[in-house]
């Protein structure tokens, strides 16, 4: 019970002491009495935060992190003597040291940017002692003014030691001048001062009051201008108590004009005017510094206040005030240039420098996002950018040149580019000069001029590298020859390489439909095919891609769904393109590998077919023959447009790429490009079912031709009669692509006048609505069949079966339109069946 006592009270106690304490420390700092309404408040807080506040010790893990830390920066910074040595301090530090952490913590505190201001040579013999100076003797201190005045010991202080005592006591001595003034027990302080008083003779009191009478006269006979700032200091010199040409005092004490004025009056208004202008002006910086003391919106804030009272003063006519405030809103700005300079030169920022408008990203940046990522203009918390408002107008330059700068470094890996120098890049800003254009030119705006030279100064500051990174990315670094794969590999530019990768894909989908999802086997294929088609195309950024199940898929249209050939973009590129790989592209080849596999489809029966005999030519087979050929047109139609126009758009991004300013531009170009190629090759989700009413028809080519192949193969083992295919299926067939062909036309229609490649579109739609017209597609191919063609012709031989497959390639190879294709392939079969 005694113990509980005894620690109450000494808790009790040390309340009452922190009560006193924190009283005090509220009366020292606010100045807040006890009987104000607010001590309590203030009172309980500071007792709260000194009875919750504890001194920790510093964590010597954490300090041992950062020295590791150091190390390891000296040494990928190139300064390699650095880290040695700081490393081999650190083994040698005494490893029981309690207060060790403590003192390391603080030295990295203190230190300054140890990788530019430390000298190691200088640590390579510490224990080495300067050498002892040679002591000075009296020779030496005499030999350039040799002591030749006899008079030179007629005034000595004799001391306690002085040899004067073997002569006599120190109290027969005669005082002396100095003697007398430095004794303590001498003169009071008027005698002290007395001895300093030198008093001229009477020849230099008379030749003062010539040369005064002479200059009054001299002045009295002609007029003189004294200028403003004279009028100024020389009024100052006077309330300070000193000579002046201007004042004088008289006997009285009362001060007077030594120059005749007009009136009395007239010279005290002026000399009360120019005073209260410069004070005018003085007040008006006291009071801003004031003010901007009290700003928190950062140190910026003094800038823009002193910018708009230079355009205020300008505007008002007040020419003094403009001089003013232009003078020192200049010396201000050369303070805040100077990030700004280090920044335009090598593409750095401070990082503790928070009043700098760009700041570096503080998470970890990939190399495929060092443009866009790294650095980023700063903003406040209401969302405005930290920067005075004559920037604003200037801030995306100065960003893209630094940031151009920091690019070009990390591409070219050095850092050779715009290195800083010792020079101060802020005394470019010449402001005498800038004064007197403004004089010269009274009537153009403050900020044209001030604009102007800044604009000067960020030209000679930094150099614009945007041309130099300009032509490093597109030759260098393969901007313009990925553009170049991208056409070969997905718009079919090279005909030959594309339809080798096509033929042997369709061969092992059509073999093993189940278990053809090997994406290994797949990518090498299309790196021996479509990889050679190129010297540009780096075949190991080629990679096939299959999704989905095995079990989805009813045929090989829909098998190709799932499957997408990716390009992979280099870092550098991908900067630009701001995606590894292109989707867009991919989808755009897997459309284009299902209208080859539909053209195959419909040209692979029919060479093999026979003869139209009278008996074999019934309504099924006349029917089936025209739908075979309006699908064949429909896929040419499809075919063509696909490659032209992922040709034409290719080549358009790729002059666009070389007209491009800077990487801003080239990044907008290349979204454009594939924002364009979405659109007009229908490969957007909210096009999605004009793109399925497209591949429903490439899908019934697929199932076409299997009844075909089966008409076929009965007729080959059977004696036919015309009654196969059956009409029914055949009508089937033709009402079904008729429907998807109508609305894939009118969707087309539609998108093409709401915008967006609408030339593109609209030339798609005439084309797919000159497919629609049935009797014009079909009409002429009937009258040919029924009125040209004998019976009892000879079946189709291999060498005529060659010329037709030899026709048709050439004529796609060559880019022919759809109308071309449609009736070379009519007059070619009619050749053949000669």
């Given at each position: 019970?005694?113990?509980?006592?005894?620690?109450?009270?000494?808790?009790?106690?040390?309340?009452?002491?922190?009560?006193?304490?924190?009283?005090?420390?509220?009366?020292?700092?606010?100045?807040?009495?006890?009987?104000?309404?607010?001590?309590?408040?203030?009172?309980?807080?500071?007792?709260?935060?000194?009875?919750?506040?504890?001194?920790?010790?510093?964590?010597?893990?954490?300090?041992?992190?950062?020295?590791?830390?150091?190390?390891?920066?000296?040494?990928?910074?190139?300064?390699?003597?650095?880290?040695?040595?700081?490393?081999?301090?650190?083994?040698?530090?005494?490893a029981r040291d309690k207060f060790l952490p403590e003192v390391l913590s603080l030295l990295m505190l203190l230190s300054d940017r140890p990788v530019f201001h430390t000298n190691v040579n200088a640590l390579d013999n510490p224990n080495e002692q300067e050498a002892e100076t040679k002591a000075l003797t009296w020779a030496e201190l005499i030999a350039d003014d040799p002591p030749t005045n006899t008079g030179l010991w007629d005034d000595v202080a004799r001391g306690y030691h002085s040899s004067g005592d073997e002569a006599g006591s120190d109290d027969d001595s005669a005082p002396t001048a100095s003697t007398s003034a430095t004794s303590i027990n001498g003169s009071s302080v008027h005698d002290l001062a007395r001895q300093d008083v030198v008093q001229p003779s009477a020849e230099d009191?008379?030749?003062?009051?010539?040369?005064?009478?002479?200059?009054?006269?001299?002045?009295?006979?002609?007029?003189?201008?004294?200028?403003?700032?004279?009028?100024?200091?020389?009024?100052?010199?006077?309330?300070?108590?000193?000579?002046?040409?201007?004042?004088?005092?008289?006997?009285?004490?009362?001060?007077?004009?030594?120059?005749?004025?007009?009136t009395s009056t007239a010279t005290i208004t002026t000399t009360e005017d120019v005073t209260q202008t410069s004070a005018v002006h003085?007040?008006?910086?006291?009071?801003?510094?004031?003010?901007?003391?009290?700003?928190?919106?950062?140190?910026?804030?003094?800038?823009?206040?002193?910018?708009?009272?230079?355009?205020?003063a300008q505007l008002e006519g007040?020419?003094?005030?403009?001089?003013?405030?232009?003078?020192?809103?200049?010396?201000?700005?050369?303070?805040?240039?100077?990030?700004?300079?280090?920044?335009?030169?090598?593409?750095?920022?401070?990082?503790?420098?928070?009043?700098?408008?760009?700041?570096?990203?503080?998470?970890?940046?990939?190399?495929?996002?060092?443009?866009?990522?790294?650095?980023?203009?700063?903003?406040?918390?209401?969302?405005?950018?930290?920067?005075?408002?004559?920037?604003?107008?200037?801030?995306?330059?100065?960003?893209?040149?630094?940031?151009?700068?920091?690019?070009?470094?990390?591409?070219?890996?050095?850092?050779?580019i715009q290195n800083s120098t010792t020079r101060d890049d802020a005394e470019d800003c010449d402001v005498m000069l800038m004064s007197s254009r403004m004089r010269n030119s009274s009537f153009t705006p403050y900020s044209h001029f001030f604009d102007e030279e800044l604009a000067a100064w960020i030209s000679n500051t930094g150099e614009d590298c945007a041309p130099r990174l300009k032509l490093a990315l597109l030759h260098d670094h393969g901007v313009l020859g990925t553009l170049t794969t991208l056409s070969h590999i997905y718009s079919s530019a090279d005909a030959v390489h594309t339809g080798s990768f096509a033929e042997a894909l369709y061969e092992r989908i059509e073999r093993r439909l189940g278990t053809w999802r090997d994406a290994f086997l797949i990518t090498e294929l299309a790196r021996n095919t479509i990889g050679n088609g190129s010297s540009v195309i780096h075949k190991e950024s080629l990679t096939a891609v299959v999704d989905g199940s095995p079990?989805?898929?009813?045929?090989?249209?829909?098998?190709?769904?799932?499957?997408?050939?990716?390009?992979?973009?280099?870092?550098?590129?991908?900067?630009?393109?701001?995606?590894?790989?292109?989707?867009?592209?991919?989808?755009?080849?897997?459309?284009?590998?299902?209208?080859?596999?539909?053209?195959?489809?419909?040209?692979?029966?029919?060479?093999?077919l026979r003869p139209l005999s009278s008996q074999a030519q019934g309504p099924a087979s006349e029917s089936a023959l025209k739908l075979r050929q309006a699908l064949m047109a429909f896929c040419d139609v499809l075919h063509t447009y696909i490659t032209t126009t992922g040709n034409v758009l290719t080549a358009e991004a790729h002059a666009e790429m070389v007209r491009a300013t800077g990487v801003d531009d080239m990044v907008e170009v290349y979204a454009t490009y594939i924002a364009r190629l979405e659109r007009a090759l229908l490969l957007g989700a909210n096009v999605k079912p004009v793109r399925d009413a497209i591949v429903?028809?490439?899908?019934?080519?697929?199932?076409?031709?299997?009844?075909?192949?089966?008409?076929?193969?009965?007729?080959?083992?059977?004696?036919?009669?015309?009654?196969?295919?059956?009409?029914?299926?055949?009508?089937?067939?033709?009402?079904?692509?008729?429907?998807?062909?109508?609305?894939?036309?009118?969707?087309?229609?539609?998108?093409?006048?709401?915008?967006?490649?609408?030339?593109?579109?609209?030339?798609?739609?005439?084309?797919?609505?000159?497919?629609?017209?049935?009797?014009?597609?079909?009409?002429?191919?009937?009258?040919?069949?029924?009125?040209?063609?004998?019976?009892?012709?000879?079946?189709l031989t291999p060498m005529r079966k060659s010329h037709w497959d030899m026709s048709f390639s050439r004529l796609r190879t060559s880019g022919a339109n759809a109308a071309t294709i449609v009736c070379s392939r009519t007059y070619t079969f009619l050749w053949c069946m000669r």
């Open positions: 019970m005694l113990r509980w006592e005894e620690d109450a009270a000494i808790g009790m106690a040390h309340a009452g002491q922190l009560n006193d304490l924190a009283e005090g420390l509220i009366g020292s700092i606010t100045a807040v009495g006890k009987k104000d309404a607010n001590f309590a408040q203030l009172r309980s807080i500071a007792v709260k935060g000194l009875r919750d506040h504890s001194h920790g010790r510093t964590n010597q893990f954490d300090v041992k992190a950062k020295l590791d830390g150091l190390v390891e920066k000296f040494a990928v910074l190139d300064r390699d003597d650095l880290s040695e040595s700081l490393q081999d301090r650190l083994n040698e530090l005494p009191q008379a030749a003062l009051q010539v040369l005064h009478t002479a200059r009054g006269s001299s002045d009295a006979s002609k007029q003189q201008i004294i200028p403003e700032s004279s009028v100024v200091r020389q009024s100052l010199q006077m309330l300070r108590g000193l000579d002046t040409d201007l004042y004088a005092f008289d006997h009285m004490g009362k001060v007077t004009t030594q120059r005749q004025q007009r003085l007040c008006a910086l006291s009071q801003l510094v004031t003010r901007g003391a009290l700003n928190t919106r950062g140190s910026f804030a003094l800038l823009d206040v002193l910018y708009d009272l230079a355009c205020a007040n020419e003094e005030g403009l001089e003013v405030f232009s003078r020192v809103l200049l010396d201000t700005v050369r303070t805040y240039l100077r990030p700004m300079a280090t920044w335009l030169r090598t593409g750095m920022v401070e990082d503790k420098n928070e009043s700098f408008f760009v700041e570096e990203s503080k998470a970890p940046c990939e190399p495929a996002e060092i443009w866009h990522s790294k650095y980023r203009l700063r903003h406040d918390e209401h969302g405005q950018l930290v920067a005075p408002k004559f920037l604003h107008n200037k801030l995306a330059e100065i960003f893209a040149m630094g940031k151009a700068t920091m690019f070009l470094k990390q591409l070219s890996n050095d850092d050779l079990n989805g898929c009813n045929g090989v249209v829909a098998a190709l769904e799932s499957l997408s050939l990716q390009y992979y973009f280099t870092w550098p590129v991908q900067n630009i393109t701001r995606e590894r790989t292109s989707a867009i592209h991919a989808r755009a080849l897997t459309l284009l590998l299902q209208t080859l596999y539909a053209q195959r489809c419909l040209r692979k029966p029919f060479t093999t429903s028809n490439f899908a019934l080519c697929e199932r076409f031709v299997s009844l075909w192949d089966e008409f076929s193969r009965i007729r080959d083992h059977t004696e036919a009669d015309g009654n196969f295919p059956r009409p029914q299926e055949i009508d089937d067939f033709r009402r079904e692509y008729k429907a998807s062909l109508s609305f894939a036309t009118a969707g087309v229609r539609s998108l093409s006048r709401v915008g967006g490649e609408a030339a593109m579109l609209e030339m798609l739609a005439d084309r797919l609505e000159w497919l629609a017209d049935w009797k014009t597609m079909t009409g002429s191919l009937e009258r040919l069949v029924s009125h040209t063609l004998p019976e009892g012709r000879r079946p």
